[in-house]
Nanobody
Framework: QVQLVESGGGSVQAGGSLRLSCVAY????????MGWFRQAPGKERERLAT????????DYADSAKGRFTISRDNAKNTLYLQMNDLKPEDTAMYYC??????????????????WGQGTQVTVSS
């Protein structure tokens, strides 16, 4: 069983940066596609970025392109999300997720098998 634990959230002013981490416990996720998602109050969960198993390729939602960078360190069983130039509309609970499959793109939300508990990001203007 894989347990994902996010950290690194917090409160920041607009224009600031945060780096989120997601550590996997219980099983190696080196063969898992991984991703970052977020959900704001009253809104649906939104995919931000996904990364392939080796970390050589990533895919971003339009809301994340140019400001967010996803990366992973398989030796540390850890996924990262570097977020720059944060805006108030980035305020949300941020989640990491993992799924064991070969192809890591266009994965439906209900296919992601493992989720963390989330870390809150609040951006003030």
């Amino acid at each position: 069983q894989v347990q994902l634990v996010e950290s690194g959230g917090g409160s920041v002013q607009a224009g600031g940066s945060l780096r989120l981490s997601c550590v996997a416990y219980g099983y190696s996720v080196s063969n898992a596609c991984m991703g970052w998602f977020r959900q704001a109050p009253g809104k649906e969960r939104e995919r931000l970025a996904t990364i392939n198993r080796s970390g050589s390729s990533a895919d971003y939602a339009d809301s994340a392109k140019g400001r967010f960078t996803i990366s992973r360190d398989n030796a540390k069983n850890t996924l990262y999300l570097q977020m720059n130039d944060l805006k108030p509309e980035d305020t949300a609970m941020y989640y990491c997720a993992a799924v064991f499959r070969d192809y890591c793109y266009n994965i439906r939300l209900d296919v992601w098998g493992y989720w963390g508990q989330g870390t809150q990001v609040t951006v003030s203007s």
